[in-house]
């Protein structure tokens, strides 16, 4: 959502450059017809270059990288958090077969470590399984987050150029508009 409103700003701030370039032709247009001088002036006087929107101080809009990795990364660890998790996946008997057989490999590696309790070595080892998500899925949250707030920052940037912009357009049509009601 934030990149797509990234991508509306954009293009508002073309529109306004825009605007701004059709009022400065139009201002050279009264120019000529207030007064035979101002023709004249606008004769000898270079014409401003057309130019694009994205050339007149508006950079081309790309989504923050930041954000873009954050994104990236957040469905990957979420695709491998589906496929591992008990209750998200399918098993089959081959995977129940798989899932005895890694309890098994878990279990005699473990043997030496304390507690000596099976079941309570089991529990530690559920708690150290869960506490591993939870570091991943806070990780992952992390990152959308610090993605989220980059951009945000960013499209607040723009929100101020846009604004002082609009500000000077409406300046500009109100003297024009004057111009226009006193010819």
């Not at 980059?150 to 940037?157: A, S």
Request: charged share 30%; glycine share 4%; aromatic share 6%.
């Amino acid at each position: 959502e934030l990149v797509r409103q990234g991508e509306a700003l954009k293009r508002t701030e073309q529109m306004v450059d825009k605007m701004d370039q059709d009022l400065k032709t139009s201002q050279r247009h009264i120019n000529s017809i207030k007064s035979v001088w101002g023709g004249l002036v606008n004769y000898f006087k270079a014409k401003p270059p057309e130019s694009k929107p994205e050339q007149n101080g508006t950079p081309e809009y790309y989504a923050n990288s930041r954000l873009k990795e954050a994104v990236m990364s957040s469905k990957e660890q979420e695709s491998k958090y589906q496929e591992s998790h008990p209750k998200l996946r399918k098993l089959d008997n081959s995977g129940l077969l798989t899932l005895f057989y890694t309890e098994y490999l878990v279990s005699s590696v473990q043997r030496d470590s304390c507690p000596k309790n099976q079941h309570l070595r089991a529990y530690q080892q559920k708690i150290d399984n869960d506490l591993d998500e939870m570091s991943s899925v806070l990780s992952r949250l992390k990152n959308l987050g610090l993605g989220l707030q980059t951009e945000i920052d960013e499209q607040d940037d723009v929100l101020d150029r846009l604004t002082k912009k609009v500000e000077t357009l409406d300046v500009n049509i109100e003297s024009t508009d004057k111009k226009i009601r006193q010819l």
